[in-house]
């Protein structure tokens, strides 16, 4: 029970995400198991109103399509990707217990076993995807062709015979994910998972229900609804349970819809019509609660339209005021003036690693004690720069040792420079960082500037001939 204990908290500690692109299509089959000639399948849907999808898997000959807990196994790659600072070569390095704990998954000998199979499922399988994913980058959908794993190795120090090629708690993972979903992490196509939430759903075919009708509630870039009606055929057949008769389909989703009744995510389950015309209402209960019209307000008068601001609000309610203050310490410290304030500021939400020096410098200020007289003053100085901050950050770049500070300085490069820097370049410079060549604090802020701006191919030239590259 102890240790039982222990992972609960550290799921709790865990900051969820879902690659929205992968929840939206469902690739991995809602149900626990398929049949073992089951190596391949096929629809061509139309399940919301962002358009159709069209999407083809084949297995290899020696497995089955992915399924079940593959869905699981999928959300703790991204979360490991995310984790690990969005690792340029796109691989991640991890025990087998971390990556279950990702998952949101329990930990045991059965899960281990488990784990290596949708492993093997995820690399043997092939998506074909036309049409239906969609670029965060150039905002248009295009077809992609991968597996969710490209390779995968373990490494584990058992010397126990009958251990040997088994996975354990302890068993290292080095695991490289399509190009398709980095690039699609990286240009923040995600959306906030609550992890706690997630791994108190019993089964697989609850959690990808949840995942699939969290896409539809609040679809990318609309205002999330209070409820959502499909076709029962169609979305069987989207969730994998295809060629089903309607009544079996029904039968399937019951213990999920009534376990997400259970939990207050749904209000209703409401079923209309007969034969193949039947429908399905969800009524969802987390959306009835009414934001919070003061930072709705704060948004907008930092350039958010209005739907905008409120989906910020829903999913990132407790950061809005902190974002907000490095927002404007960002913007105020900007060489020229920022173009798109907006997209500046959905940025700082989705990817705030990338700003880091100024989201710690504005959380700093916040939890330094006030004095009751200037308290009302102070917080209308939240719009501007704080005069010592230049002070606060040097200071905490001097604390670091050498191996922080080309730590810190790496992860930078990785997640803003990926496509302007090459992984040698991005060593040399962190490197350079770390020995105190190059200055760390004005490299990191002459970074944010550029990514501000969006001059960061410019700025790269810059620090290619800073280090003679």
Request: net charge neutral.
């Amino acid at each position: 029970m102890a240790k039982e204990s222990r992972q609960i908290k550290e799921i709790r500690q865990v900051q969820g995400h879902d690659e929205r692109n992968i929840a939206r299509l469902a690739l991995a089959l809602a149900q626990n198991r398929v049949p073992e000639t089951m190596q391949s399948w096929e629809k061509h849907l139309t399940v919301d109103a962002l358009g159709a999808t069209h999407v083809k898997c084949v297995s290899r000959a020696d497995t089955v399509v992915p399924h079940g807990l593959d869905n699981d196994i999928i959300v703790g790659l991204v979360n490991a990707f995310v984790e690990q600072g969005l690792p340029n070569a796109g691989v991640v390095q991890l025990s087998a217990y971390r990556l279950l704990t990702l998952a949101g998954l329990r930990v045991g000998g059965r899960q281990y076993n488990e784990l290596l199979e949708s492993l093997r499922r995820l690399q043997g399988s092939t998506f074909a995807i036309t049409d239906s994913w969609f670029d965060g980058k150039q905002h248009q959908w295009v077809s992609e062709e991968f597996s969710i794993i490209s390779s995968f190795s373990r490494v584990d120090a058992t010397e126990l015979a009958e251990e040997i090629g088994q996975l354990r708690a302890d068993t290292m993972l080095e695991i490289q994910l399509a190009r398709a979903i980095t690039r699609s992490v990286r240009n923040g196509h995600l959306r906030p998972l609550d992890l706690a939430f997630y791994s108190q759903l019993s089964q697989p075919m609850v959690r990808t229900l949840y995942r699939s009708l969290e896409e539809r509630r609040a679809p990318a870039g609309k205002v999330p609804t209070n409820e959502y009606t499909v076709s029962t055929r169609i979305w069987g057949e989207h969730l994998g349970m295809q060629g089903w008769r309607l009544d079996k389909i029904r039968r399937a989703l019951e213990p999920a819809h009534a376990e997400l009744q259970e939990n207050k995510y749904l209000l209703e389950v409401i079923y209309t019509g007969r034969g193949e015309s039947q429908q399905i209402t969800y009524r969802f209960g987390k959306v009835s609660a009414p934001v919070d019209a003061e930072l709705v307000a704060l948004l907008t008068k930092n350039g958010l339209s209005a739907p905008n601001a409120m989906k910020i609000v829903q999913e990132f309610e407790e950061r809005v005021e902190h974002t907000v203050a490095a927002f404007q310490k960002v913007v105020a410290q900007a060489r020229t003036p920022v173009k798109n304030r907006q997209g500046l500021l959905v940025d700082m939400f989705q990817n705030p690693d990338k700003y880091a020096e100024y989201l710690e410098a504005t959380e700093n200020a916040a939890t330094e004690p006030k004095k009751p007289a200037k308290a009302a003053k102070e917080k209308k100085a939240v719009k501007t720069v704080d005069s010592d901050w230049d002070a606060k950050q040097a200071e905490e770049w001097q604390g670091l040792t050498p191996e922080a500070r080309e730590k810190r300085m790496l992860n930078l490069l990785q997640m803003m420079m990926p496509d302007y820097l090459n992984k040698e370049e991005m060593g040399v410079i962190a490197t350079l960082v770390g020995n105190g060549t190059l200055d760390g604090l004005t490299t990191a802020r002459n970074l944010t500037r550029a990514m501000a701006e969006k001059t960061l191919d410019t700025y790269a030239k810059e620090l290619r001939a800073q280090i003679e590259v």
